[in-house]
């Protein structure tokens, strides 16, 4: 059974900096794409950034508000992603969700395209930014 | 940056309805459009990706149609299981910025 299991949430001053982290089994983890997805209080989806794997180049793309401020790595010989959370605002108070990302290539129109979707979730991680 | 717009923001309905949930989005995105379902206290869960292809496991009462800048999600009969939030979400962006649109509750009548 694929699972990702979030950890190391917690309450934090503005300002400052956690490192969560989401260990991942029942898959080949050095073949996934994995993405950070966060959820305020109350409030909808935010994308927050993504890793591909070493094979592809392990590059990271983020969202506009985690840019230079927040850094995804991953270290595959302990099946486990990390999301550097650094200078930290109250408006960063969430639940932070792991996700292994589902590549699908489908035909379209005779010709091959690739998909991407947040295909596996872990159950989140919470984030308080509070003085 | 590609803005979503779901209609309606909330829904009520009553188990054996067909329900229709759309998804605007602010440029064409061809058919790189997904759909989740989130419960109360729960990760979201993937249901419709490339906007018609349904995710496995999912029930086949839930389909997905449009391409371009219109999308819908259907269910053809209401379960009680589905009462719950919907997103729509691109993956069209490149480099990936990949925003969701800002959920619709499903709620009983």
């Known amino acids: 059974e694929v699972q990702l299991v979030e950890s190391g949430g917690g309450l934090v001053k503005p300002g400052g900096s956690l490192r969560l982290s989401c260990a991942a089994s029942?898959?080949?983890?050095?073949?996934?794409?994995m993405s950070w997805v966060r959820q305020a209080p109350g409030k909808g989806l935010e994308w927050v950034g993504r890793?591909?794997?070493?094979?592809?180049?392990?590059?990271?793309d983020y969202a506009a508000p985690a840019k230079g401020r927040f850094m995804i790595s991953r270290d595959d010989s302990k099946n486990t992603l990390y999301l550097q959370l650094n200078s930290l605002r109250t408006e960063d108070t969430a639940v932070y969700y792991c996700?292994?990302?589902?590549?699908?290539?489908?035909?379209?129109?005779?010709?091959?395209?690739?998909?991407?979707?947040?295909?596996?979730w872990g159950q989140g991680t919470t984030v308080t930014v509070s003085s | 940056d590609i803005q979503m717009t779901q209609s309606p923001s909330s829904l009520s309905a009553s188990v054996g309805d067909r329900v229709t949930i759309t998804c605007r989005t602010s440029?064409?995105?061809?058919?790189?459009l997904n759909w989740y379902q989130q419960k109360p206290g729960k990760a979201p869960r993937l249901l419709i990706y490339a906007a018609s292809s349904l995710q496995s496991g999912v029930p086949s009462r839930f389909s997905g149609s449009g391409s371009g800048t219109d999308f819908t999600l259907t269910i053809s009969s209401l379960q009680p299981e589905d009462f719950a939030t919907y997103y729509c979400?691109?993956?069209?962006?490149?480099?990936?910025?990949?925003?969701f649109g800002q959920g619709t509750k499903l709620e009983i009548k």
């Open positions: 440029q064409s995105i061809n058919t790189y």
């Open positions: 996700t292994l990302d589902g590549i699908w290539q489908l035909e379209r129109l005779s010709s091959y395209y690739y998909y991407h979707g947040m295909d596996v």
């Open positions: 890793i591909k794997s070493k094979t592809d180049g392990e590059t990271t």
């Open positions: 029942g898959f080949t983890f050095n073949k996934g794409w």
């Open positions: 979400q691109q993956s069209y962006s490149t480099p990936p910025e990949y925003t």
